[in-house]
C-alpha cells in the first residue's frame, strides 16, 4: 500500500512539475485581447511554475486545520488575492515604460522560494506570506505588462491574464487539498521541490 501510494504521489508531483521554459521571447502579432492576455502566462513555464505554486503553497496552510496564528483558511484566499493585486500594479508601471529593478531575476527568485516553501510545507503567518507573494507578483505583473504587444487592447489584455493568473492560483489551491484529502500530502512537496531545483536552470534560457 505505501508503494502505491508513494508511486501515485510521484505521478502526481510530475504531473505538478512544469518543464523549464521562459515566457518572454515576445508574442506573435494579431488581434491582442483577452484570449492572448489568457494564453500568455500559459506561454512561459516560469509564469505557470509560480503561479500555480502560490496556490499549492496557500493550499498547505490549512493541513491538519489551521496555520500559525489559525489563520490558514484565510491564507487560501487571501494569498492568491495579494498576489493579483501586485500583478495589476507591476503590469500597470510595465506597460507604461516603468522599469523595476532585478525583474528576471525576481521572477527565478519566486520559481525558487515558493517551491522550497511548498516543499517544506512552510507556514508563515498571513500578513508575512501575503507581503512577499505581493513582491513575486509585482515582478511578474511588470513583465507582463512589458510584453504586451503595442497594439493591444489593455484592459482585455490585462484581464485575460490576471484571469489566467487565478486559475492557475485556484489550481493550485484545489491539487494541494485533494492532495492532503487522498493521503498524497507528499506530491505538492515533491513537486516544490522540483521547482526549487528547476529554478536555477531559467538563468540559462
Not at 521571447?25 to 505557470?48: N, S, Y
Not at 498547505?60 to 493579483?84: I, M
Not at 493550485?172 to 522540483?194: F, H, I, K, N
Amino acid at each position: 500500500m505505501m508503494h502505491r501510494r508513494l508511486l501515485t504521489a510521484l505521478a502526481a508531483a510530475a504531473a505538478f512539475a512544469p518543464v523549464v521554459a521562459m515566457a518572454h521571447p515576445g508574442m506573435p502579432g494579431h488581434t491582442h485581447g483577452f484570449t492572448d492576455g489568457f494564453a500568455h502566462p500559459f506561454g512561459g513555464l516560469d509564469h505557470l511554475a509560480a503561479m500555480t505554486a502560490v496556490g499549492l503553497w496557500a493550499g498547505q496552510q490549512t493541513k491538519g486545520g489551521q496555520a500559525k496564528g489559525g489563520q490558514g483558511n484565510r491564507a487560501v484566499w487571501l494569498w492568491p488575492l495579494a498576489f493579483l493585486a501586485l500583478l495589476v500594479a507591476g503590469a500597470v508601471a510595465g506597460a507604461n515604460g516603468l522599469a523595476l529593478p532585478g525583474v528576471e531575476w525576481g521572477i527565478v527568485l519566486s520559481v525558487a522560494a515558493l517551491g522550497w516553501l511548498t516543499a517544506f510545507g512552510a507556514r508563515l503567518p498571513l500578513a508575512a506570506g501575503a507581503a512577499l507573494i505581493g513582491a513575486f507578483a509585482l515582478c511578474h505583473g511588470a513583465a507582463h505588462g512589458a510584453e504586451m504587444p503595442a497594439d493591444a487592447d489593455g484592459l482585455a489584455y490585462g484581464l485575460g491574464f490576471v484571469t489566467a493568473s487565478a486559475v492557475l492560483h485556484f489550481t493550485g489551491v484545489a491539487l494541494s487539498r485533494l492532495a492532503e484529502r487522498t493521503g498524497l500530502a507528499l506530491a505538492p512537496r515533491l513537486a516544490g521541490l522540483g521547482l526549487a531545483a528547476m529554478a536555477p536552470l531559467l538563468l540559462a534560457v
